[in-house]
C-alpha cells in the first residue's frame, strides 16, 4: 500500500484572531493572507515548524 503526507498550514489572525487551515499549499514568508473570518489581512513572518523526528 501506499502512504501519503499532507502539509497543512495553520492560519491565525493578528486581527481577530480565529484559525483556518489550508493544506499543501506552502505560503510565502512576506506575503499576506486574507482572513475568511473577518476580511483583513495578516503579514505572514514565519512558519513554525512542530514535526518529531522518530
Ligand atoms: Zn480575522
Known sequence: MKVS???LYHYICDHCQKWWTIADI???IGS???C???GKTS???EIVQ???KT
Open 32 to 34: 499576506h493572507a486574507l
Open 5 to 7: 503526507l499532507e502539509y
Open 43 to 45: 503579514l505572514i513572518e
Open 26 to 28: 506552502k505560503p510565502d
Open 36 to 38: 475568511p473570518h473577518c
Open 50 to 52: 512542530f514535526q518529531i
